[in-house]
């Protein structure tokens, strides 16, 4: 019985680091999509873009970038974001700021019962709803689906000309 817990903590242990291994490779690099039909964008394609800056323990950096261009070359805004990879749940933050006040557009990610949820309050007359409607997303099967799915409903709830400077 001494020798079966230890042995069971440390298969629970490295199943668990292995896991964050694959999650790793995922988040430290750039991510890019477009959603369709943009509200923001006149009916027209927006893309997006995560850039990649550095990665503090389980918090990584990005930059989430908007471009009403293919090529991605004019950048309509941009805003600072962070990425938290806990044990069981990935948080994806993006700080939007207006005047002097900021807010956080939240994803949360719960990796084992594989859903996901956006919390967010928009500034005063930044929504494009009242309200706002933020759905649930279950059976995540990628998380390239998983950012478009997010940015999507980011782009039809905010008025991202309300952020542009």
């Known amino acids: 019985m001494k020798l079966i817990l230890p042995l069971l903590f440390i298969g629970a242990l490295a199943s668990g680091l292995n896991a964050q291994v694959v999650m790793k490779d995922f988040v430290s690099k750039d991510h890019m999509g477009k959603i369709e039909k943009s509200v923001n964008n006149n009916g027209q394609p927006l893309y997006w873009k995560l850039e990649y800056k550095n990665t503090d323990g389980a918090r990584i950096y990005y930059d989430f970038i908007l471009y009403k261009d293919a090529s991605m070359t004019k950048e309509m805004l941009r805003f600072p974001s962070l990425m938290r990879n806990l044990e069981w749940t990935y948080y994806l933050d993006v700080s939007m700021t207006k005047d002097d006040a900021t807010k956080v557009f939240a994803m949360i990610f719960k990796k084992d019962l594989r859903w996901a949820r956006v919390k967010y309050s928009p500034h005063e007359g930044c929504s494009w709803l ?20 997010t940015f999507t409903q980011m782009d039809k709830n905010v008025k991202f000309d309300c952020y542009v400077k």
């Open 130 to 149: 009242d309200p706002t409607e933020w759905d649930r997303i279950n059976l995540v099967d990628n998380f390239q689906g998983l950012l478009d799915n």
